[in-house]
């Protein structure tokens, strides 16, 4: 398994979830190196540990951390090749606070948005710059499906997923314009069963029943697990998508595509 063979990547947020999928999909795939990074040490540590990899604590919103992370990562290995801004939050961490758009506090929406769009925004600055050197890279942007529809809970969550999709043709467009041979694009999942649902799942026995309740509006009936938004991101970070830059790629269980509904139902 080389796909990304030779090649060196950054992975944000990749304590867990998603971001631990996409390392261990990188690794598997002959990645020369992968850093993994999160503000969550000792869960980052662990991670890096079971691939073989560093880590590097980087709190996303500071653009000291990146510009440390960065220049750790070129004196190491000489260049950055792939960089994945996955790091992000829900704003229901601690707990289900309001989070509509009537209801939700300044500093909470303020919170959302500087984790998922001031991270991702320094991520893409910071590749584009290390980036340069061979003028040929590849940045991967966690959206969400949030990012194409309203979430009235979740006002500040989908707000800066949107942008975060939007964001990542504005890279796209910069590069090319630049002369440079770095793509950007964006991975929109929708629900994957990670720990950041654990606030809004529960625990005991009406779990599943709020976990069928999620997903009933999806065609497939299931949560997404995080190795299948992995090997989007695999496809993205390797030499077999060179010609793809500011696209959306949409894993959602085909929920966008409409609603699956069976013949009986269409003659009623």
Request: proline content about 4%; glycine content about 10%; aromatic content about 4%.
């Amino acid at each position: 398994m080389s796909r990304l063979a030779g090649k060196v990547a950054l992975v944000t947020g990749a304590a867990r979830g998603i971001g631990e999928a996409i390392a261990r999909a990188f690794a598997e795939q002959g990645a020369e190196g992968v850093l993994v990074t999160d503000i969550n040490d000792a869960g980052g540590r662990r991670a890096a540990d079971r691939l073989g990899s560093p880590y590097l604590r980087l709190d996303v919103r500071e653009e000291a951390d990146w510009t440390q992370v960065m220049a750790w990562m070129l004196r190491r290995w000489g260049r950055v090749d792939v960089v994945v801004n996955n790091a992000g939050i829900t704003g229901f961490e601690t707990g289900l606070i309001a989070h509509d758009p009537e209801s939700v506090a300044l500093k909470d929406w303020h919170q959302v948005l500087r984790t998922n769009l001031d991270g991702v925004f320094l991520g893409c600055k910071h590749a584009i710059r290390a980036m340069r050197r061979a003028g040929t890279g590849s940045i991967i942007n966690i959206a969400s499906r949030s990012a194409m529809v309203g979430v009235p809970a979740a006002a500040a969550y989908a707000a800066s997923k949107a942008a975060v999709r939007n964001h990542t043709k504005t890279v796209a467009l910069y590069c090319a314009e630049q002369g440079l041979s770095v793509r950007c694009n964006a991975i929109l999942p929708a629900e994957v069963l990670t720990p950041m649902w654990e606030p809004m799942l529960g625990k005991g026995p009406e779990r599943a029943v709020r976990m069928a309740a999620i997903v009933a509006d999806t065609p497939l009936k299931r949560f997404a697990r995080p190795e299948e938004v992995a090997a989007l991101a695999v496809l993205l970070a390797s030499d077999e998508a060179t010609y793809m830059t500011g696209s959306d790629l949409h894993i959602d269980g085909g929920l966008l595509a409409g609603t699956a509904a069976s013949p009986s139902l269409l003659e009623e």
